[in-house]
């Protein structure tokens, strides 16, 4: 479960500093390390044999639709 926290708060996370940037190569750079920070997170848990491949995509996916839905909630706000 702890995979899936990691890869929910760094992408969140990557999502609400991303906002705060106004340079579109400053967005993508802080948005690029979020999802770098995550894969190698996720990685390293099925290098150690800690999770299973499939139990990490699966928590990718899960971090990936929060973080959508958080970007979606704050444009909505923001307006």
Known sequence: MEL???GLVFLTMGVLVMR???N???RAYVLGL???FTVLVGGSRVAMG???ATDVVGGWALGVAWAT???LV???LGR
């Open 50 to 52: 800690v999770h299973w």
């Open 69 to 71: 839905a958080a970007a």
């Open 34 to 36: 979020a999802v770098v």
């Open 20 to 22: 705060l940037q106004t």
């Open 74 to 76: 704050i444009r909505a």
């Open 4 to 6: 899936v926290l990691e």
């Open 24 to 26: 579109a190569r400053e």
